[in-house]
């Protein structure tokens, strides 16, 4: 033990200052980290599910416009396209949405994506200020009644 000034200090003590600053520094960035996956990793989730039910009540909206030619000439009922695609994209702009609405591969469907961009809380510290989803959904047009027993 060495004295000093009227202290007795023990040798080797000085080297670990600042031990424990360094150590809560690194548990910070990895405890933000974890916040940031936590938080905005939910976020992209519901932007997920948001983006999802915007494209299915777009497509909806679009499947029920009917070829009323096609119906009167023979009595079926197919989509008709042009009709179909503009409501839902009419549906897709008033709504606050960006997304594209196609015919389906039959001629009584819709195919819409919808993309959604949120912006971040936690994960802009790092410089990721948005995160975007996209969901997807093919409506199809059905005509009559359906169930069981039918």
Do not use: C, W
């Amino acid at each position: 033990m060495i004295q000093r000034r009227g202290m007795i200090q023990r040798r080797g003590a000085d080297a670990d200052r600042g031990s424990l600053t360094l150590m809560l520094a690194v548990m910070f960035v990895a405890l933000l980290a974890l916040a940031g996956v936590v938080i905005d990793g939910g976020a992209k989730l519901i932007a997920a599910e948001n983006a999802a039910a915007v494209a299915q009540e777009a497509a909806r909206a679009g499947v029920g416009l009917v070829n009323e030619a096609t119906a009167h000439e023979n009595g079926s009922f197919v989509v008709d396209e042009d009709q179909a695609i503009a409501a839902a994209d009419d549906y897709l702009s008033s709504a606050g949405y960006a997304g594209r609405a196609a015919a389906g591969p039959g001629t009584d469907e819709i195919q819409v994506t919808v993309t959604v961009s949120e912006p971040t809380t936690v994960l802009s510290i790092i410089g990721i200020d948005t995160i975007t989803a996209t969901g997807q959904a093919t409506a199809h047009l059905v005509s009559g009644v359906t169930g069981p027993g039918q």
